[in-house]
């Protein structure tokens, strides 16, 4: 059981560049999401997808893309990157509705030069 | 005003020493609480769920004051290992009525040897 996966685990864009960060759950959780965490700030959610087939913006979703391609996988694109875009993004995912724990993958740190 | 705010620290403590951290939040229509653990450049774990009767874990202790929106976290006897960085996390209605987690930006303590 790996729990949440994400790839890469690290990445280098130019400005103006695009790339999509891979998240998968082996658990058969309902829900996943996305989130940035800054340097003395919480993390932030960016897209969240309560069910296969459904997604929803969270707090700060400009400037990326979501595709929740199965029950297992949620996707996040950057379509054209920006300095702004620096940090390290979490995936998570929770198990049903009932319970509001959310389990995290190890996070991609990405650099916008 | 941040949604949950917690002291900041760093707080450095020696081995076996007893130490509490503080957060606040502002929702009063939070119904679920948390505290997880993240270590330096690793993903947020969970450390406890927090109810409001009080609950205990081992050397952790997490209480939870409804009237005044103000959650705690006592580690007692400290570890080595248990330098991290602490988040103090709540669930809030985002978009409707979807749930959603958030996040203190966290306190960091170092136990001393």
């Known amino acids: 059981n790996a729990g949440v996966t994400q790839t890469p685990k690290f990445q280098v864009l130019k400005t103006g560049q695009s790339m999509t960060l891979q998240c998968a759950q082996d658990m058969n959780h309902n829900s996943m999401y996305w989130y940035r965490q800054d340097p003395g700030m919480g993390l932030r959610l960016i897209y969240y997808?309560?069910?296969?087939?459904?997604?929803d913006k969270g707090e700060v979703p400009n400037g990326y893309n979501v595709s929740r391609l199965n029950k297992r996988e949620f996707s996040l694109r950057l379509e054209s990157a920006a300095p702004s875009q620096t940090s390290v993004y979490f995936c998570?995912?929770?198990?049903?509705?009932?319970?509001?724990?959310?389990?995290f993958g190890p996070g991609t740190r990405l650099t916008v030069l | 005003r941040k949604e949950v705010e917690q002291d900041p620290g760093p707080f450095n403590v020696p081995e076996g020493a007893t130490v509490a951290f503080n957060c606040t939040y502002s929702n009063s229509a939070s119904q679920s609480f948390f505290w997880y653990r993240q270590d330096c450049r690793k993903e947020p774990k969970l450390l406890m769920s927090?109810?409001?009767s009080g609950n205990e874990d081992g050397r952790f202790t997490a209480q939870l004051n409804r009237a005044s929106q103000y959650i705690s976290l006592l580690i007692r006897d400290s570890k080595l290992s248990d330098s991290a960085t602490y988040l103090c996390v709540v669930n809030t209605v985002f978009s409707g009525s979807a749930r959603q987690l958030t996040f203190g930006s966290g306190t960091q303590l170092t136990v001393l040897p």
């Open positions: 998570a995912s929770r198990p049903h509705p009932s319970t509001d724990t959310q389990y």
């Open positions: 927090v109810y409001s």
């Open positions: 997808s309560a069910s296969e087939g459904t997604t």
